[in-house]
């Protein structure tokens, strides 16, 4: 049988130059078209300066592409393909790879400006220097393999901008005579992959840290080592370049990774509104000339030596200070003139039009904002809020005047969920609340433990809330379909789920981590989770001291919790656990978890037997149609709280009721509960 077609091609060879005349970059890439339509596979191609040689071709029977090049122009290898082979004799202007989505090119000589710019997967080899902002923009799709970025001695100024992914390799042959081997400036803006670096690097974007190679890294390169040279043809480089990543010798090598969110934050040090009137709009600053102090600045709520100096009673123009520091508003300046008044009734339900919670929640659990800024302490000692709190534990409500015929649905138990429940059903709406778990009061029930929250206080609460006349439901699991059914059957629903799934770091052995919610919520279920003498506590919120107590009372004899930065719980929170014998670090940055316990990025290792991770927690959203959850897996939401494009039917001040669905995403925001309380 006759060979076939593709199998009696050879090599196609186009020039540049024909006739003696340079011929266009449109011109020379149909020739490469009609050869590859004619079956050949492998090119050599003697250019002149012609653009976009090599890039998104492929073979229609799915052969590999060979390219030989001479004398390109700028963008070569632009969007090459999967099973593309460039090879580039001598060097090579602007965009050398750019775009990248799987080709090899490998670069003799040098490279101009943005060599591997935006590259998404695939290899490219260099093997000489590059220009300016190479390797910028660079990406990882999880669906393909990382691209990878290999210079044999160094890169220009800017290189790795807004890099997102990948890896990148910059040798620094023949360049220890140079200040930075990355020229200056290098990774400003970027969040994602890694480049290992030898030589000398100066300049680096704040951004990013320098940090040593560990043994995974140390594998990489001698792997790679050995391929990148064979290809640009200096094998005989690699005792040279592998000098340190085996044995115990000094290693010459580096590795620069983006900070995280987080990390970023730590160093940004953010004024307080005191240091910014003093510091910048007073002294040495913009008002500098003609004002001494910052007592004018401040001249909407009257306290300390201006309160003295300058009497002006404004007569409830603004809110008092701790009832604008409440969350939700809580007029606690009113309850103290019912007091004196001799009106103790009155002034212990009044907090009751405001929050169902006012002796677990103010009482016991609230850090108590309205206390920091009360003016009595000014004077002697502010209100003692949290005892008043307290009083109200007994109070009887009475059942609402007037009843409608309009049902509302709550998803939720917990506090968003249970206010919102209250305020409604006191205006006379049917309210039924919805809860998966067996029990009800969201985290107040399931995860705070009795240290800080006493169970019968709150189960006295809890029942003053059925007493009303909502009706809790729980071992109701709210799935797609029953929201659907939900708001066929209710005129309103209201979404008030909270937060109940632990957000988990992927830090190398993160499967060895204990979920902190999940911690606290076997507590509270009597559970006795076996967990050592030694245990560690990642995060240091107030979440966390609630875990390090409940590591306390399991019999943990050492308990530890480190942050990434200044421990974010209360005061009164981080007290109450250093008395028990805790200590909290920070800053630390964790880089592994293994048997021995947490191993920081500064070399230190916190043994512990059991480590436990408490850095926030997520809402689980799925049973939400696409319409109400926004780019970022979030509840999307307008100014009325409502999904988008809708809004009530009737004006607030006549009592709106809302169309079909009310989001509340967040607890302590004052305007979602307040505007439930206040509409209705």
């Given at each position: 049988?006759?060979?076939?077609?593709?199998?009696?091609k050879?090599?196609?060879?186009?020039?540049?130059?024909?006739?003696?005349?340079?011929?266009?970059?449109?011109?020379?890439?149909?020739?490469?078209?009609?050869?590859?339509?004619?079956?050949?596979?492998?090119f050599e191609?003697?250019a002149?300066?012609?653009?976009?040689?090599?890039?998104?071709?492929?073979?229609?029977?799915?052969?590999?592409?060979?390219?030989?090049?001479?004398?390109?122009?700028?963008?070569?290898?632009?969007?090459?393909?999967?099973?593309?082979?460039?090879?580039?004799?001598?060097?090579?202007?602007?965009?050398?790879?750019?775009l990248?989505?799987?080709?090899?090119?490998?670069?003799?000589g040098?490279?101009?400006d943005?060599?591997?710019?935006?590259?998404?997967?695939g290899?490219?080899?260099?093997?000489?220097?590059t220009?300016?902002?190479?390797?910028?923009?660079?990406?990882?799709?999880?669906?393909?393999?990382?691209?990878?970025?290999?210079?044999?001695?160094?890169?220009?100024?800017?290189?790795?901008?807004?890099?997102?992914?990948g890896?990148?390799?910059?040798?620094?042959?023949?360049?220890e005579?140079?200040?930075?081997?990355?020229?200056?400036?290098?990774?400003?803006?970027?969040?994602?992959?890694?480049?290992?670096?030898?030589?000398?690097?100066?300049?680096?974007?704040?951004?990013?840290?320098?940090?040593?190679?560990?043994?995974?890294?140390?594998?990489?390169?001698?792997?790679?080592?050995?391929?990148?040279?064979?290809k640009?043809?200096?094998?005989?480089?690699?005792?040279?370049l592998?000098?340190?990543?085996?044995?115990?010798?000094?290693?010459e090598?580096?590795?620069?990774?983006?900070?995280?969110?987080?990390?970023?934050?730590?160093?940004?040090?953010?004024?307080?509104?005191?240091e910014?009137?003093?510091?910048?709009?007073?002294?040495?600053?913009?008002?500098?000339?003609?004002?001494?102090?910052?007592?004018?600045?401040?001249?909407?709520?009257?306290?300390?030596?201006?309160?003295?100096?300058?009497?002006?009673?404004?007569?409830?123009?603004?809110?008092?200070?701790?009832?604008?520091?409440?969350?939700?508003?809580?007029?606690?300046?009113?309850?103290?003139?019912?007091?004196?008044?001799?009106?103790?009734?009155?002034?212990?339900?009044?907090?009751?039009?405001?929050?169902?919670?006012?002796?677990?929640?103010?009482?016991?659990?609230?850090?108590?904002?309205?206390?920091?800024?009360?003016?009595?302490?000014?004077?002697?000692?502010?209100?003692?809020?949290?005892?008043?709190?307290?009083?109200?534990?007994?109070?009887?409500?009475?059942?609402?005047?007037?009843?409608?015929?309009?049902?509302?649905?709550?998803?939720?138990?917990?506090?968003?969920?249970?206010?919102?429940?209250?305020?409604?059903?006191?205006?006379?709406?049917?309210?039924?609340?919805?809860?998966?778990?067996?029990?009800?009061?969201?985290?107040?029930?399931?995860?705070?433990?009795?240290?800080?929250?006493?169970?019968?206080?709150?189960?006295?609460?809890?029942?003053?809330?059925?007493?009303?006349?909502?009706?809790?439901?729980?071992?109701?699991?709210?799935?797609?379909?029953?929201?659907?059914?939900?708001?066929?059957?209710?005129?309103?629903?209201?979404?008030?789920?909270?937060?109940?799934?632990?957000?988990?770091?992927?830090f190398?052995?993160?499967?060895?981590?204990?979920?902190g919610?999940?911690?606290?919520?076997?507590?509270?279920?009597?559970?006795?989770?076996?967990?050592?003498?030694?245990?560690?506590?990642?995060?240091?919120?107030?979440?966390?001291m609630?875990?390090?107590?409940?590591?306390?009372?399991?019999?943990?004899?050492?308990?530890t919790?480190?942050?990434?930065?200044?421990?974010?719980a209360?005061?009164?929170?981080?007290?109450?656990?250093?008395?028990?014998?805790?200590?909290?670090?920070?800053?630390?940055?964790?880089?592994?978890?293994?048997?021995?316990?947490?191993?920081?990025?500064?070399?230190?290792?916190?043994?512990?037997?059991?480590?436990?991770?408490s850095?926030?927690?997520?809402?689980?959203?799925?049973?939400?149609?696409?319409?109400?959850?926004?780019e970022k897996?979030?509840?999307?939401?307008?100014?009325?709280?409502?999904?988008?494009q809708?809004?009530?039917?009737?004006?607030?001040?006549?009592?709106?009721?809302?169309?079909?669905?009310?989001?509340?995403?967040?607890?302590?925001?004052?305007?979602?509960?307040?505007?439930?309380?206040?509409?209705?």
């Amino acid at each position: 049988m006759p060979e076939s077609k593709k199998e009696i091609k050879t090599t196609a060879v186009i020039d540049g130059i024909v006739d003696g005349h340079r011929i266009s970059t449109r011109q020379l890439l149909q020739e490469l078209y009609k050869k590859l339509d004619e079956g050949y596979t492998e090119f050599e191609i003697n250019a002149c300066g012609q653009h976009d040689i090599g890039g998104p071709l492929w073979d229609p029977e799915g052969e590999p592409l060979k390219f030989k090049v001479k004398n390109p122009g700028q963008r070569l290898g632009s969007m090459g393909m999967q099973g593309t082979t460039i090879e580039i004799e001598g060097s090579s202007p602007a965009d050398v790879g750019w775009l990248n989505a799987g080709a090899e090119i490998v670069l003799k000589g040098d490279g101009g400006d943005t060599t591997a710019h935006c590259a998404a997967t695939g290899k490219i080899y260099v093997g000489g220097r590059t220009g300016t902002r190479s390797g910028a923009l660079m990406k990882y799709d999880p669906s393909y393999t990382a691209p990878e970025f290999w210079v044999l001695e160094n890169t220009g100024s800017f290189s790795f901008e807004f890099m997102g992914g990948g890896i990148g390799v910059i040798c620094g042959f023949g360049c220890e005579d140079l200040n930075s081997v990355m020229g200056y400036r290098s990774c400003v803006g970027m969040v994602g992959g890694v480049i290992y670096v030898r030589g000398s690097v100066k300049d680096l974007s704040d951004e990013v840290f320098l940090l040593e190679l560990d043994q995974g890294d140390k594998e990489f390169l001698l792997k790679g080592l050995p391929v990148f040279l064979e290809k640009i043809g200096r094998p005989e480089l690699i005792n040279t370049l592998s000098r340190g990543l085996q044995g115990d010798n000094p290693c010459e090598w580096k590795k620069i990774r983006a900070k995280t969110y987080q990390e970023r934050a730590v160093q940004k040090k953010v004024k307080s509104l005191k240091e910014f009137r003093v510091n910048d709009w007073v002294e040495g600053g913009i008002f500098g000339d003609v004002l001494k102090d910052d007592y004018t600045v401040a001249n909407f709520v009257s306290t300390g030596d201006f309160r003295l100096k300058f009497p002006i009673w404004k007569n409830a123009m603004f809110s008092a200070p701790c009832e604008y520091n409440c969350p939700i508003g809580i007029p606690t300046q009113k309850r103290i003139a019912l007091l004196r008044q001799d009106k103790a009734e009155d002034a212990l339900r009044l907090v009751l039009e405001y929050s169902p919670f006012p002796a677990s929640v103010c009482g016991q659990v609230c850090p108590n904002l309205c206390v920091d800024e009360c003016n009595r302490r000014y004077l002697d000692i502010p209100v003692k809020i949290g005892e008043l709190g307290l009083l109200s534990k007994q109070i009887e409500v009475h059942p609402p005047k007037v009843e409608k015929d309009e049902r509302v649905a709550i998803i939720g138990s917990g506090v968003a969920g249970l206010g919102a429940a209250w305020h409604l059903r006191k205006t006379g709406y049917q309210v039924d609340v919805y809860e998966q778990d067996e029990v009800f009061g969201g985290k107040l029930k399931q995860v705070i433990p009795e240290d800080r929250l006493q169970q019968d206080i709150l189960e006295t609460e809890l029942q003053r809330i059925v007493d009303l006349g909502i009706n809790v439901k729980t071992r109701t699991l709210v799935n797609k379909k029953l929201f659907a059914k939900l708001k066929s059957e209710y005129d309103a629903v209201v979404v008030a789920i909270g937060a109940h799934n632990p957000v988990i770091i992927p830090f190398e052995g993160y499967e060895r981590l204990v979920k902190g919610l999940d911690f606290l919520k076997a507590i509270n279920k009597g559970e006795k989770p076996q967990i050592g003498e030694k245990v560690v506590v990642i995060g240091a919120g107030n979440a966390a001291m609630d875990v390090v107590i409940g590591a306390y009372n399991l019999g943990a004899k050492d308990v530890t919790a480190i942050d990434i930065q200044k421990p974010a719980a209360f005061d009164k929170e981080i007290k109450h656990v250093e008395k028990l014998g805790a200590k909290i670090l920070w800053p630390c940055f964790t880089e592994k978890i293994s048997e021995q316990g947490v191993h920081l990025k500064d070399g230190r290792v916190l043994e512990a037997d059991t480590v436990i991770i408490s850095v926030g927690d997520r809402p689980d959203l799925s049973f939400l149609d696409k319409e109400y959850i926004d780019e970022k897996g979030m509840l999307r939401i307008n100014e009325y709280q409502l999904p988008p494009q809708r809004k009530p039917h009737i004006s607030c001040r006549s009592g709106w009721f809302f169309q079909t669905v009310l989001l509340i995403p967040v607890l302590s925001c004052r305007s979602r509960l307040c505007r439930i309380r206040q509409c209705f």
